[in-house]
């Protein structure tokens, strides 16, 4: 996947606002109401 557009950048696959999602909803069990 990278070394087909001979790019670093990983782009959706783990974009910061999944991670940040992930911890918010399942690390930190938030329960918004």
Known sequence: MLR???SGHV???LS???IL???Y???M???PL
Do not use: T
Request: proline content about 0%; overall charge neutral.
């Open 4 to 6: 087909a557009g001979r």
């Open 11 to 13: 782009g959706g696959a």
């Open 16 to 18: 910061s606002a999944d």
């Open 21 to 23: 999602a992930a911890l």
């Open 25 to 27: 909803f399942n690390v």
């Open 29 to 31: 069990r938030v329960d």
